[in-house]
């Protein structure tokens, strides 16, 4: 499918609460496809496609809709897309199988050795204004070789976000997740795959982007009030109400920990 397109897709999906967007995965050219899902001739075009393929997702339940309802969601969705004709398919599980659907990939990963490998993974959420520059700067020049495992792309509203949590979004109203989630051998890849996060995130803050990290990892308390911005004050309030003895997260090294006498 194509590269990545900064464009906001808009449909009819909002209108039906039945119908769910799923993640979309962007796979590197050399990431491996079930070819189970495409024909031959699916397979042949699919593998000569010279950038990074976008695979969006749309998930139903056949309880709550009807087969117009699913032909016209569908329609709307792929009506908006740059993709390769007749690559288009469909995977009918029972809702069983999807709620575990993660838990087979643990299984798959266990089996195969990846998931006792190491993971350096980095997650962005990055303004709707930033992510073509991210696209241009980070997918098609930085990671344009693959990061040795899937990314996810997809957007979300601030307004859906409960304000009252900790977690830190991008002051736009629309952003975008970008989930690098690595899997690699341990050795001289792990510290090319760190440093190359690093990177990434270094730009985003050179470029002024709008964006910030989800479950980072800072060195200095500077770091992380630049992170929490205009809500670290009421963080640490926060801290000293709930969590006075700072027994709670250590391993950030952000408060004291307070001993009784």
């Known amino acids: 499918m194509s590269s990545v397109r900064a464009k906001s897709i808009k449909s009819d999906l909002k209108q039906a609460s039945h119908f769910r967007l799923g993640r979309p995965l962007l ?6 496809i079930d070819s189970t899902l495409l024909t031959t001739s ?3 075009r699919l593998r000569t496609c010279p950038n990074y393929r976008s695979i969006p997702s749309l998930n139903f339940s056949e309880t709550d809709t009807t087969p117009k309802d699913i032909l016209i969601a569908v329609s709307g969705l792929v009506e908006q897309l740059g993709f390769v004709e007749g690559l288009k398919f469909e995977v009918d599980v029972s809702y069983v199988e999807f709620i575990l659907r993660v838990k087979q990939v ?12 190491p993971h350096p993974w980095l997650n962005l959420f990055i303004s ?3 992510i073509a520059d991210f696209d241009r700067t980070v997918f098609k020049e930085i990671l344009k070789d693959g990061i040795g495992g899937p990314m996810l792309i997809y957007p979300l509203l601030r307004n859906k976000w409960n304000n009252r949590t900790s977690v830190v979004l991008p002051d736009s ?10 899997s690699v051998p341990d050795g001289p890849l792990v510290e090319k795959s760190v440093a190359e996060n690093n990177e ?10 709008d964006f910030k990290q989800y479950l980072p990892h800072y060195q200095s308390k500077e770091d992380w009030k630049q992170h929490f911005g205009n809500e670290w004050t009421r963080f640490v309030e926060r801290k000293a109400m709930f969590d006075p003895m700072a027994i709670l997260a250590p391993g950030q090294k952000l408060f004291e920990r307070a001993h009784q006498s």
Not at 173 to 182: G, H, K, P, S, W
């Open 128 to 130: 709707k204004s930033g």
């Open 173 to 182: 109203e629309i952003f975008y997740l970008v989930a690098l989630l690595r």
């Open 106 to 117: 643990e299984q798959q990963a266990r089996a195969s050795g990846i998931w006792d490998a």
């Open 27 to 32: 796979l590197a050219p050399s990431t491996v």
């Open 42 to 44: 699916d397979g042949s």
């Open 200 to 209: 990434i995130a270094e730009w985003c803050t050179k470029q002024g982007l």
